[in-house]
């Protein structure tokens, strides 16, 4: 007896899906990516939203929820998908972490309604959907901003940074540039009252030539 008479003669070798429940399979997969792209486009706090990423996530989904079917259903098919899989190598960067975040959960649907738990599938979307819109809501009290001020004497700082401290909480240096008799400093700034007294403050001062406040996330500026 060969060993792939003995894989045929094992329930190894894996059963037949049927038609019906592969299309509800799909359908499910296809509908949970579809919520995760909904919450993704609402929750989305970078610089630039990418459409053709989100829709990525509904296409990985259903990919990902055909894989597992396949593998579930032929242990010699899947041997050959582990092997064919393992040589895949993705270079596309992924800068912002949430991405990241969205691709293993689009993976994980995919997987748990491959296996067919319906059930988990969905109240697993649900659960993560609601909890990652509740922090996309989540506003900080003093959100941090990035302060950028061009000026062309240095005995301008004494004036700016009195300014500063009366307008914000805390503030600290990122960056001091000199180029010729042209200065640019940035500051990174959490401002307690109105962010444009504090722009037309700054502004307002003599030889400060131009003054830009930016919505700063540590990584992106937005």
Same mark, same amino acid.
């Given at each position: 007896?060969?060993?792939?008479? =003995?894989?045929? *003669?094992?329930?190894?070798a894996?059963?037949?899906?049927s038609?019906l *429940? ?13 919520f995760?792209? @909904?919450? +993704?486009? !609402?929750?989305?706090q970078?610089?630039? +939203?990418s459409k053709?990423f989100?829709?990525? /996530?509904?296409? /990985?989904?259903?990919?990902t ?10 242990i010699i098919?899947?041997? *050959?998908?582990?092997?064919a899989l $393992?040589?895949? !190598?993705f !270079?596309?960067a ?6 990241v975040?969205?691709? =293993? @959960?689009?993976?994980s ?7 067919g738990?319906?059930? /988990?599938?969905?109240?697993?979307s649900?659960?993560? *959907?609601?909890?990652?819109y ?26 700016? =940074? ?10 600290k ?5 000199k180029?010729?008799?042209? =200065? ?5 700034? !959490? ?14 001062l ?8 930016? $919505?700063?996330d540590?990584?992106?500026?937005a």
């Amino acid at each position: 007896m060969t060993f792939n008479d =003995f894989i045929q *003669g094992t329930d190894l070798a894996g059963s037949s899906i049927s038609a019906l *429940g592969m299309g509800a399979t799909l359908l499910l997969a296809f509908a949970l990516g579809l919520f995760i792209f @909904w919450i +993704y486009k !609402r929750t989305y706090q970078g610089v630039m +939203y990418s459409k053709t990423f989100n829709i990525s /996530l509904v296409a /990985l989904t259903m990919i990902t929820a055909s894989i597992i079917m396949a593998v579930t259903s032929n242990i010699i098919l899947s041997l *050959g998908m582990v092997g064919a899989l $393992s040589i895949v !190598r993705f !270079r596309t960067a992924i800068k912002d972490p949430m991405d990241v975040i969205y691709m =293993f @959960w689009s993976i994980s649907v995919g997987i748990i309604v491959g296996a067919g738990l319906y059930m /988990l599938a969905v109240v697993t979307s649900l659960i993560l *959907g609601i909890v990652m819109y509740a922090f996309s809501k989540m506003t900080l009290k003093n959100e941090p901003y990035l302060l950028i001020v061009n000026y062309s004497d240095g005995t301008v700082e004494d004036a700016l =940074f009195k300014v500063i401290n009366e307008k914000v909480g805390t503030y600290k240096i990122k960056s001091k540039t000199k180029t010729g008799d042209q =200065f640019e400093l940035t500051v990174e700034v !959490r401002s307690k009252k109105d962010n444009a007294i504090l722009v037309n403050e700054i502004d307002g001062l003599e030889n400060v030539h131009n003054t830009a406040l930016i $919505s700063y996330d540590g990584e992106y500026a937005a």
